[in-house]
Structures are given as structure tokens and as C-alpha cells.
């Protein structure tokens, strides 16, 4: 199994640009999650989703974040307007959950940088 | 919801020595307690995990025990060589709940 695919790895926009980050989950796993990673405010979890559905939003920053899941095998983090404080890196994580709850694997991440 | 508190922020050991880092969890209903390793510019990596339903689970040089009562849970890292310095990160989870709360990280430096 090839892991989480995220695309692009890394990323350089000016400011006001839109940004979209791709992510392909592990295959047979039903939940993705989103996160951005700072060293000022360490791992934080923006949105994630279950059966494609999204469950809970409520760490996307504001209105200039969303994102989508259109099927089981790809998520968009998109960023429209980007702003500098917008740079970070984004992780996509996808598990399995059934019953019980199952780790999670990260993908490589996108290292965001905004000018 | 969750809180998940880790400590400490950093920590220094000798190559050989054992590191310890300690996390604790609010809510009495999580369940669900994986520990991740992060490197450098790479991506957080499970190391272990552990169910309520055990007090501790050990894997070659790293550990984790796990106090329901005291709602706090542990990782051990034993013989420490360098390739263990990275950031090392707790999480709390329940059973239906997908999510995962995470701590706040601990920089792990062995110093050869």
C-alpha cells in the first residue's frame, strides 16, 4: 500500500492567491482529517470526515478555509483568500473506524509558504 | 470535549539512558491512547498504542502504562540512542468518536 498521497509536497504563493491541497487516503479506510502544523500552535485538527461526510469543522480558522470530500479516494483543503499566517505545513491523516477506534496514518504533508 | 496535557515540552537524556513522558486526559470516556514519533521534517509516525482494557503494552525498548483512575498515561523509551531524538506526541481517543486530541509534544534530545 502506497500510504496517504498528499500533492504538492511544497508550495510557495503570494498572498490573495487561492491554494489547493490534495489528498489521497489510504485505500479501504473511511475517515480523513486535516491538520496544520506550526510551531507557534503545534498540531492542530481542522476538519475531518466519515464516510465522505464532513463531521466536524469547527478548527477550520475561517471562511477563507474549506474543503471537500467528492469520493472514498480524494479530499481538497482549499485556501482562498491565502494569507502569510496561513503558512504551515497540512496533514492529511485517514483510519479506519468501525467499532472501535484505529490509528491513524499521516501522509507527507504540504509545506505551505505564503508571501 | 478532550484535554490532553503532556509533559514535558523538552527533554535531554545521555545515550543509554531511559526518557520518560508523561501525559494526562480529561475526559474518563477516552479509551483509545496511541503515541506518535516525529522527525525532522517528516511526518508524525505511530510508535504504539493502548486500550483501557490494559494497564501496560511494551515493544522491544518502548513502553506505555496506562492509569484509568488517575487518567494519565506514559511513555517509556529505555537504552535511548539518537535516532530516538524527534518530537514525540500523545492522543486521546474514544470509541465513536473519530477524532484524535493530541498533546502538545515533547522534544526528545539523546545526546551521544
Known amino acids: 500500500d502506497a500510504g496517504v498521497i498528499q500533492s504538492p509536497r511544497h508550495e510557495v504563493t503570494e498572498m490573495g492567491q487561492e491554494v489547493t491541497l490534495r489528498c489521497k487516503p489510504i485505500?479501504?479506510?473511511?475517515?480523513l482529517f486535516w491538520y496544520r502544523q506550526t510551531m507557534m500552535r503545534g498540531l492542530e485538527l481542522l476538519i475531518y470526515?466519515?464516510?465522505?461526510?464532513?463531521?466536524?469543522d469547527s478548527g477550520m480558522p475561517e471562511d477563507r478555509f474549506s474543503a471537500k470530500m467528492p469520493n472514498a479516494s480524494f479530499s481538497t483543503l482549499k485556501i482562498q483568500p491565502s494569507e502569510p499566517r496561513d503558512s504551515a505545513v497540512y496533514f492529511c491523516?485517514?483510519?479506519?473506524?468501525?467499532?472501535?477506534?484505529?490509528?491513524?496514518?499521516f501522509g507527507p504533508g504540504t509545506r505551505l509558504l505564503v508571501l | 470535549g478532550e484535554n490532553v496535557e503532556q509533559h514535558p515540552s523538552t527533554l535531554s537524556v545521555q545515550e543509554g539512558d531511559s526518557a520518560v513522558i508523561k501525559c494526562t486526559y480529561s475526559?474518563?470516556?477516552?479509551?483509545?491512547f496511541p503515541w506518535y514519533k516525529q522527525e525532522l521534517g517528516k511526518r508524525p509516525q505511530l510508535i504504539i498504542d493502548i486500550r483501557s482494557n490494559v494497564g501496560e503494552k511494551k515493544d522491544q525498548r518502548i513502553a506505555v502504562t496506562l492509569n484509568k483512575t488517575a487518567k494519565h498515561f506514559s511513555l517509556h523509551i529505555t537504552e535511548t540512542q539518537p535516532e530516538d531524538s524527534a518530537v514525540y506526541f500523545c492522543a486521546a481517543s474514544k470509541t465513536g468518536a473519530n477524532n484524535l486530541f493530541f498533546g502538545t509534544g515533547t522534544r526528545l534530545t539523546v545526546i551521544p
Open positions: 470526515f466519515n464516510n465522505n461526510v464532513p463531521i466536524d
Open positions: 491523516a485517514s483510519s479506519f473506524t468501525a467499532v472501535i477506534q484505529e490509528t491513524q496514518y
Open positions: 485505500s479501504g479506510h473511511n475517515s
Open positions: 475526559d474518563s470516556a477516552s479509551n483509545y
